[in-house]
């Protein structure tokens, strides 16, 4: 079977400081959330080669601890933790975000899982605490403005370019 | 979460002199949103904006450089003139990011399809 989604995430920056991806899969929300939440999932999905996923820590309960590290093909290494602040299986987790090569950056990731007639929604959002957080995400090397104002330009000029 | 290595990694696209660095200004962009609707003289983009004319012939001319504006004279006058085509790549850079979001969400759909034809199995 050809997976019929592929590409189809859908990204938005609804304010300064969120990022929100959103994407559907044709999986009951019961398994859709074992394979975002069970560390025997999470490692076969979670690093593309040559990258390796050399740690994956999940302890899913309020107050619990993740932990996910990966070392690329260069040897670099990558690590998110945080700390759960909600669990409610199999509709939402809410957990804070830190990435290693961001230290000063605090943020709170939100995943909700709805499912409608066999295809859950996945909704995944991470909240930073002050805009130079999420312009780390978003800035172009040192510019503090957001990739949204810059999209909504390009959108626009690319529009009258085809006209 | 694991979706985040390939995201936050995406490269920066480096800057200084080039487009990127060109839109990465409020003032600039909004005499970019002035041209959109057409080709222009200074003094008709200064009466849209809340500029002077010192500060919008200064931005005009970084935009000049970097080719996201074409400026020509008919008669005494200077004409400035939107080239979108220049915001190429912005564009790539933007589908490198959603490249890097789309690759871990279609490989968990993958991986979410092998599990499902798996449990189909008798």
């Known amino acids: ?163 | 979460m694991a979706i985040w290595r390939y995201v936050v990694t995406v490269p920066r696209a480096s800057t200084t002199s080039d487009v990127f660095n060109a839109v990465g200004d409020v003032n600039r962009r909004a005499i970019l949103d002035v041209l959109l609707t057409g080709e222009k003289a200074v003094g008709s983009i200064v009466g849209e904006v809340s500029m002077s004319q010192p500060q919008v012939s200064r931005h005009l001319r970084v935009l000049g450089d970097v080719g996201l504006v074409r400026c020509r004279a008919e008669g005494r006058r200077r004409l400035y003139r939107l080239q979108p085509e220049r915001l190429q790549p912005l564009r790539d850079w933007v589908t490198t990011y959603e490249r890097a979001i789309n690759d871990r969400l279609d490989r968990i759909e993958d991986y979410l399809d092998e599990l499902q034809r798996q449990g189909d199995d008798p």
Not at chain 1, 15 to 41: C, Y
Not at chain 1, 73 to 88: H, I, K, M, P, Q
């Open chain 1, 1 to 163: 079977m050809t997976p019929q989604r592929h590409g189809s995430a859908v990204i938005t920056f609804p304010n300064e400081l969120e990022v929100v991806i959103t994407r559907e899969f044709d999986a009951p929300i019961a398994l859709v959330f074992e394979v975002l939440t069970k560390p025997e999932h999470v490692t076969r999905w979670g690093a593309t080669p040559p990258d390796e996923m050399t740690e994956c820590s999940i302890d899913l309960r309020v107050g619990g601890e993740y932990r996910s590290s990966f070392v690329t093909g260069d040897g670099a290494v990558f690590a998110f933790s945080g700390t759960y602040l909600e669990v409610e299986p199999p509709l939402r987790t809410v957990e804070t975000w830190h990435f290693n090569c961001w230290p000063d950056v605090e943020a709170v990731e939100t995943m909700e899982l709805q499912e409608h007639d066999g295809v859950t929604t996945f909704t995944w959002s991470l909240a930073f605490s002050d805009k130079a957080g999420r312009d780390h995400m978003t800035a172009f090397d040192g510019q503090q403005d957001s990739l949204d104002e810059v999209e909504d330009i390009l959108r626009s000029l690319l529009d009258v370019n085809r006209a």
